[in-house]
């Protein structure tokens, strides 16, 4: 059974940082492209970033230069380093892996910036 389990978020005021993590069990992790996605209310789920098995990594433009997505194979867990953080990313962060072409989600994790 695939299972994504994040934490990290929180409230920071502008300017700030936040860590936020993802614990993956049930997958083959080392061989599994991994990604972050946010749901701000009133607008769709978007993808922030992702990590393909072998560290390849992808941005939205709006958190390029700002956020970075790293992978512990050993760990088995997927990071999400947020830094200058503004009103804008206020959101719920997912945790994303697909397996066998199945989409599998974590519980999500609120990060609200205040200005």
């Known amino acids: 059974q695939v299972q994504l389990v994040e934490s990290g978020g929180g409230l920071v005021q502008a300017g700030g940082s936040l860590r936020l993590s993802c614990a993956a069990s049930g997958i083959m992790f080392r061989f599994n492209p991994m990604g972050w996605y946010r749901q701000a209310p009133g607008k769709q789920r978007e993808l922030v970033a992702s990590i393909g098995s072998a560290g390849t990594t992808n941005y939205a433009d709006s958190v390029k230069g700002r956020f970075t997505i790293s992978r512990d194979n050993a760990k088995i867990t997927v990071y999400l380093q947020m830094n200058s953080l503004e009103p804008e990313d206020t959101a719920v962060y997912y945790c994303?892996?697909?397996?066998?072409?199945?989409?599998?989600w974590g519980q999500g994790t609120q990060v609200t910036v205040s200005s």
């Open positions: 994303h892996a697909r397996v066998m072409n199945r989409d599998f």
